[in-house]
């Protein structure tokens, strides 16, 4: 069977990193009571000349290097984020054009933080049908334009970053084995961003009310989001035949340290087989897997054969879950 390869990834986190005890001196909170409840110690956050294409594009560019691969061979970008450089044109075509990707078509997704599973889907399928022999994949996000820093139940979580992965068609039985995307609607009051659509077009009356950022009942967040990982972890191993022992390695959407161990132990896993970044990285939305998946990659926690998976959740809400065999 023809499967989807990871051929290359790349990652990129912006240069500045804001700590806790930057954050404290911007609103009531400290250190300690951030990464008790986070776990969280540090961000990284773009300057005022990085767009969200600007951080894609540099992780995209060390993606294809390690891929062997120059940018007029990429036949499709598919981008993931929340925040995107304009309304349109479409981050995507900012980053084909950045990169010369000269004959690539290009197309952004919109799935909050799970736009890495999303993105990943959508491209896996693309070379599965022999449509496209190259897909470049983006998780990319400046989510520190949409943070309200008077509000500390969302300021001490979002962060910058951006992830890429590049898919080739393989035969070898390495690569995205199956992949589960789900949505459910009822729950947009739970995270989301008031203004800036047709719902509530900018005025100065919804620029005065700080309607322009992220919104969040954190608790309610956490309920759902923790069973949200535990059902379609489940139900994609059950479905490929395989348990949550199988796996070498769980990439979950770094969110809050608490819901990963939450959903870990919902799942049956060991620590020990979780990457973590979340306290170094914050919540970079859907860059977020995919950083820390080059991270895993980087370090040497993946090798050929491993059997991975990657899981996220967003608002919407938006869930989703990969098997991806290395």
């Not at 598919?78 to 075509?93: C, E, I, R, S």
């Not at 060991?270 to 970044?277: S, W």
């Not at 950083?291 to 054969?305: C, D, F, N, T, Y």
Request: proline residues 3%; glycine residues 10%; aromatic residues 8%.
């Amino acid at each position: 069977m023809t499967r989807a390869k990871i051929v290359g990834v790349g990652a990129y986190a912006p240069k500045h990193i804001l700590t806790n005890a930057e954050l404290a001196k911007l609103v009531e909170t400290t250190d300690e009571w951030i990464v008790q409840r986070t776990g969280i110690r540090e961000r990284h956050v773009a300057d005022d000349s990085e767009a969200t294409s600007d951080l894609a594009v540099r992780a995209a560019q060390q993606a294809l290097e390690r891929a062997n691969l120059g940018p007029e061979e990429v036949d499709f970008i598919v981008v993931g984020t929340t925040t995107p450089d304009m309304v349109f044109p479409t981050t995507a075509n900012f980053v084909q054009h950045k990169l010369g990707a000269r004959r690539a078509g290009s197309v952004d997704v919109l799935a909050a933080c799970t736009g890495s599973i999303y993105s990943l889907s959508i491209g896996s399928q693309y070379i599965q049908s022999g449509k496209y022999r190259t897909v470049l994949c983006i998780g990319a996000e400046t989510l520190s334009r949409i943070t309200d820093f008077t509000d500390r139940g969302t300021c001490v979580l979002l962060a910058d970053g951006a992830g890429a992965v590049v898919l080739q068609a393989a035969e070898d039985g390495a690569g995205v084995l199956d992949a589960d995307l789900y949505s459910d609607g009822k729950y947009w009051e739970y995270l989301y961003q008031p203004a800036g659509g047709s719902r509530h077009p900018a005025t100065a009356e919804t620029v005065a009310g700080r309607l322009h950022y992220a919104k969040m009942k954190g608790n309610e967040v956490f309920k759902v989001a923790v069973r949200m990982f535990g059902d379609c972890a489940a139900t994609i191993l059950e479905r490929n035949g395989f348990r949550a022992a199988d796996l070498d390695l769980f990439i979950p959407h770094q969110a809050n340290l608490r819901i990963i161990e939450a959903a870990v132990k919902r799942l049956g896993l060991p620590m020990e087989r979780v990457l973590v970044n979340v306290d170094r990285y914050g919540n970079t939305g859907a860059a977020s897997v995919y950083v820390a998946l080059e991270e895993a990659w980087a370090l040497g926690r993946i090798a050929p054969g491993d059997l991975l998976l990657l899981a996220a959740f967003g608002g919407g809400f938006t869930w989703g879950a990969a098997l991806v065999r290395w």
